[in-house]
């Protein structure tokens, strides 16, 4: 079957360290994936994109990584800041019509 | 320039009813998803609306329809509601751009239906 697993646990982070994230999956072949932020009660705010050929991207204190081999994707916030605290979603695209398929999400709390 | 914007934001319905979810893509796009996230899950892709056609549809049964209009405003239409339709359903809006439509894609702030 297909999954899509992220670190189902919360993660604690202090501010001005590096959060990371993982993203596995199985039996996709995924032509891209895209990272989302969440917050409660509001829809997904598109962060990153990635595609099957990129090894690593990077937006202001976001970094990703997409390894095809081993089917994950790492996501880190460097120098994490309170206002960073939000679940962060992993998704898929496997299709030309953009359809997206996504983990369950990583809570990220991070502390002063 | 608005975004994605959906309407209720807040619905409240009984078992065996049937519910209307509103849709408002952002300006500039013709491509509209809906996605339903329970509650502490990812989204789960309903179906896809474009040019005024259903282009392509998740595990959901017939229960869930659809319909997108020519301004590309779109509804999402839940039958028989059963307790486990409680969620928040999230329409997604994408333009068509160098053949590939599902690049960027702009989420509204979601409709949270909870059926009793």
């Known amino acids: 079957s297909q999954k899509i697993e992220q670190n189902s646990e919360a993660l604690n982070i202090q501010e001005g360290k590096t959060a990371t994230l993982t993203c596995n999956y199985t039996?996709?072949?995924?032509?891209?994936l895209q990272w989302y932020r969440q917050d409660p009660g509001r829809g997904p705010v598109f962060l990153l994109l990635i595609r099957e050929n990129e090894k690593e991207k990077r937006k202001e204190r976001l970094k990703v990584t997409f390894d095809t081999t081993l089917k994950q994707s790492l996501f880190h916030i460097t120098a994490s800041q309170p206002a960073d605290s939000a679940t962060y979603l992993c998704?898929?695209?496997?299709?030309?019509?953009?359809?997206?398929?996504f983990g369950a999400g990583t809570q990220v709390v991070v502390t002063p | 320039d608005a975004g994605v914007t959906q309407s209720p934001t807040h619905l409240i319905k009984t078992r065996g009813q049937q519910v209307t979810l509103r849709c408002s893509p952002k300006s500039g796009h013709d491509t509209v998803s809906w996605y339903q996230q329970a509650l502490g899950q990812g989204p789960q892709f309903i179906f896809q609306?474009?040019?005024?056609?259903?282009?392509q549809r998740g595990n959901f049964p017939d229960r869930f329809s659809g319909h997108q209009f020519p301004n590309y405003s779109s509804e999402l239409n839940v039958n028989a509601l059963l307790l486990g339709d409680s969620a928040l359903y999230l329409c997604?809006?994408?333009?068509?751009?160098?053949?590939?439509?599902?690049?960027?894609?702009?989420f509204g702030p979601g409709t949270r239906l909870l059926v009793l």
């Open positions: 998704a898929l695209v496997t299709d030309s019509w953009g359809k997206l398929q």
């Open positions: 039996n996709y072949s995924p032509a891209y």
């Open positions: 997604a809006s994408s333009p068509i751009a160098g053949g590939l439509p599902g690049e960027t894609q702009y």
């Open positions: 609306y474009y040019e005024e056609e259903e282009r």
